[in-house]
Protein backbone atom coordinates (compact mmCIF):
# COMPACT_ATOMS: atom_id res chain seq x y z
CA UNK A 1 0.00 0.00 0.00
CA UNK A 2 2.67 2.59 1.23
CA UNK A 3 4.45 1.30 -2.61
CA UNK A 4 1.87 1.76 -4.04
CA UNK A 5 1.21 5.29 -2.72
CA UNK A 6 4.83 6.46 -2.88
CA UNK A 7 4.25 5.51 -7.01
CA UNK A 8 1.20 7.72 -7.45
CA UNK A 9 3.42 10.71 -5.72
CA UNK A 10 6.23 10.29 -7.93
CA UNK A 11 3.80 10.04 -11.05
CA UNK A 12 2.37 13.40 -9.65
CA UNK A 13 5.71 14.73 -9.15
CA UNK A 14 6.72 14.14 -12.80
CA UNK A 15 3.61 15.27 -14.07
CA UNK A 16 3.95 18.58 -12.35
CA UNK A 17 7.02 19.10 -13.17
CA UNK A 18 6.84 18.20 -16.98
CA UNK A 19 3.59 21.16 -16.92
CA UNK A 20 5.82 23.35 -15.11
CA UNK A 21 8.38 23.01 -17.98
CA UNK A 22 6.14 23.17 -20.79
CA UNK A 23 4.59 26.41 -18.93
CA UNK A 24 8.19 28.33 -18.81
CA UNK A 25 8.82 26.86 -22.27
CA UNK A 26 5.55 28.40 -23.40
CA UNK A 27 6.54 32.08 -22.13
CA UNK A 28 9.80 31.01 -23.34
CA UNK A 29 8.22 31.63 -26.98
CA UNK A 30 6.20 33.85 -26.52
CA UNK A 31 8.92 36.46 -25.47
CA UNK A 32 10.89 35.47 -28.38
CA UNK A 33 8.05 36.79 -30.30
CA UNK A 34 7.74 39.50 -28.27
CA UNK A 35 11.17 40.64 -29.46
CA UNK A 36 10.42 39.94 -33.04
CA UNK A 37 7.25 42.13 -32.64
CA UNK A 38 10.26 45.08 -31.27
CA UNK A 39 12.62 44.28 -34.19
CA UNK A 40 9.49 44.68 -36.72
CA UNK A 41 8.38 47.96 -34.90
CA UNK A 42 11.90 49.06 -35.01
CA UNK A 43 11.77 48.93 -39.05
CA UNK A 44 8.89 50.42 -39.69
CA UNK A 45 9.10 53.53 -37.52
CA UNK A 46 13.13 53.39 -39.30
CA UNK A 47 10.92 53.47 -42.81
CA UNK A 48 8.72 55.81 -41.65
CA UNK A 49 10.53 58.40 -39.93
CA UNK A 50 13.54 58.54 -42.48
CA UNK A 51 10.59 59.12 -45.65
CA UNK A 52 8.42 61.53 -43.73
CA UNK A 53 12.21 63.28 -42.71
CA UNK A 54 13.86 62.92 -46.29
CA UNK A 55 10.61 64.44 -47.51
CA UNK A 56 9.99 67.17 -45.46
CA UNK A 57 9.72 70.46 -47.57
CA UNK A 58 11.99 72.05 -44.82
CA UNK A 59 14.51 69.42 -44.65
CA UNK A 60 14.93 69.79 -41.02
CA UNK A 61 16.41 66.81 -39.16
CA UNK A 62 15.07 66.81 -36.28
CA UNK A 63 12.30 64.34 -37.68
CA UNK A 64 15.18 61.62 -38.53
CA UNK A 65 16.93 62.14 -35.58
CA UNK A 66 13.73 61.00 -33.03
CA UNK A 67 14.69 57.18 -34.55
CA UNK A 68 17.79 56.71 -32.59
CA UNK A 69 16.28 57.98 -29.11
CA UNK A 70 12.95 55.49 -29.95
CA UNK A 71 15.87 53.11 -31.09
CA UNK A 72 16.93 52.86 -27.62
CA UNK A 73 13.83 52.37 -25.85
CA UNK A 74 13.36 49.19 -28.42
CA UNK A 75 17.06 48.04 -27.85
CA UNK A 76 16.58 48.07 -24.12
CA UNK A 77 13.04 46.41 -24.30
CA UNK A 78 14.37 43.41 -26.50
CA UNK A 79 17.42 43.23 -23.80
CA UNK A 80 15.02 42.95 -21.35
CA UNK A 81 13.23 40.12 -23.27
CA UNK A 82 16.54 38.50 -23.75
CA UNK A 83 17.39 38.59 -20.11
CA UNK A 84 13.70 37.43 -19.38
CA UNK A 85 14.22 34.27 -21.42
CA UNK A 86 17.68 33.33 -20.01
CA UNK A 87 16.66 34.02 -16.53
CA UNK A 88 13.72 31.07 -17.57
CA UNK A 89 16.30 28.76 -19.28
CA UNK A 90 18.57 29.55 -16.28
CA UNK A 91 15.53 28.12 -13.96
CA UNK A 92 14.94 25.22 -16.18
CA UNK A 93 18.68 24.32 -16.54
CA UNK A 94 19.10 24.80 -12.69
CA UNK A 95 16.06 23.67 -11.14
CA UNK A 96 13.77 21.46 -13.73
CA UNK A 97 17.21 19.40 -15.57
CA UNK A 98 18.63 18.44 -12.05
CA UNK A 99 15.57 17.02 -10.74
CA UNK A 100 15.51 13.39 -10.07
CA UNK A 101 12.21 12.25 -11.91
CA UNK A 102 12.85 14.11 -15.34
CA UNK A 103 16.85 14.26 -14.93
CA UNK A 104 17.47 11.71 -17.92
CA UNK A 105 14.09 12.81 -19.93
CA UNK A 106 14.58 16.62 -20.51
CA UNK A 107 17.85 18.42 -20.73
CA UNK A 108 17.17 20.67 -23.54
CA UNK A 109 19.04 23.73 -21.78
CA UNK A 110 21.77 21.88 -20.87
CA UNK A 111 22.31 20.58 -24.24
CA UNK A 112 22.21 24.26 -25.89
CA UNK A 113 24.18 25.56 -23.75
CA UNK A 114 27.08 23.26 -24.43
CA UNK A 115 26.51 23.21 -28.14
CA UNK A 116 28.42 25.99 -30.08
CA UNK A 117 26.16 28.68 -32.18
CA UNK A 118 27.45 28.55 -36.08
CA UNK A 119 28.59 31.43 -37.47
CA UNK A 120 28.25 33.22 -34.33
CA UNK A 121 28.80 36.64 -35.59
CA UNK A 122 25.92 36.36 -38.59
CA UNK A 123 23.82 35.29 -35.98
CA UNK A 124 24.50 38.02 -33.13
CA UNK A 125 24.25 40.56 -36.05
CA UNK A 126 20.95 39.38 -37.46
CA UNK A 127 18.63 40.90 -34.96
CA UNK A 128 20.66 42.84 -32.39
CA UNK A 129 22.65 44.41 -35.28
CA UNK A 130 19.52 46.42 -36.57
CA UNK A 131 19.37 48.79 -33.98
CA UNK A 132 22.33 50.49 -34.38
CA UNK A 133 23.02 49.98 -37.63
CA UNK A 134 19.81 51.62 -38.79
CA UNK A 135 20.54 54.61 -35.99
CA UNK A 136 23.95 55.28 -37.70
CA UNK A 137 21.75 55.78 -41.31
CA UNK A 138 19.56 57.76 -39.52
CA UNK A 139 22.30 59.67 -38.22
CA UNK A 140 24.22 59.94 -41.21
CA UNK A 141 21.52 60.92 -43.01
CA UNK A 142 20.25 63.84 -41.08
CA UNK A 143 23.95 65.34 -41.39
CA UNK A 144 23.12 65.12 -45.48
CA UNK A 145 20.24 67.61 -44.89
CA UNK A 146 20.27 71.38 -44.95
CA UNK A 147 19.56 72.16 -41.34
CA UNK A 148 20.94 70.05 -38.61
CA UNK A 149 19.83 70.80 -35.14
CA UNK A 150 22.83 69.59 -33.60
CA UNK A 151 21.89 69.13 -30.24
CA UNK A 152 19.25 66.94 -31.22
CA UNK A 153 22.08 65.18 -33.39
CA UNK A 154 24.53 65.35 -29.58
CA UNK A 155 21.67 63.21 -28.04
CA UNK A 156 20.84 60.89 -31.04
CA UNK A 157 24.69 60.12 -30.88
CA UNK A 158 24.73 59.48 -27.31
CA UNK A 159 21.50 57.17 -27.87
CA UNK A 160 23.69 55.21 -30.59
CA UNK A 161 26.22 55.06 -28.55
CA UNK A 162 24.56 53.46 -25.33
CA UNK A 163 22.64 51.11 -28.07
CA UNK A 164 26.20 49.72 -28.80
CA UNK A 165 27.39 49.23 -25.81
CA UNK A 166 23.70 47.27 -24.94
CA UNK A 167 24.87 44.99 -27.61
CA UNK A 168 28.43 44.75 -26.66
CA UNK A 169 27.42 43.41 -23.29
CA UNK A 170 25.15 40.91 -24.96
CA UNK A 171 28.13 40.06 -26.83
CA UNK A 172 30.39 39.40 -24.28
CA UNK A 173 27.76 37.22 -22.52
CA UNK A 174 27.23 35.30 -25.38
CA UNK A 175 30.74 34.85 -26.83
CA UNK A 176 31.79 33.12 -23.48
CA UNK A 177 28.06 31.27 -23.25
CA UNK A 178 27.73 33.12 -19.94
CA UNK A 179 24.11 33.78 -18.31
CA UNK A 180 22.73 37.31 -18.71
CA UNK A 181 21.54 36.90 -15.50
CA UNK A 182 24.83 37.20 -14.29
CA UNK A 183 26.07 40.27 -16.11
CA UNK A 184 22.97 42.55 -15.43
CA UNK A 185 21.71 43.39 -12.06
Known amino acids: MLSQQQDI ?57 IYPVLALFLAAAWLTHAYGIDMLGHYIENHIETHPEVKKSIQWESCSRKTPIPHTLLAFLAHRG ?34 IVFLVVISWAQRDRKRLALLLP
Open 9 to 65: QSHDSRDFIIAEYNALREEILKLCELQHQIIALALLSFGTLMGVGLQSTNTNSSIIL
Open 130 to 163: LFPATQLMALFASLSLANVNFWMFGFALLCTIIC
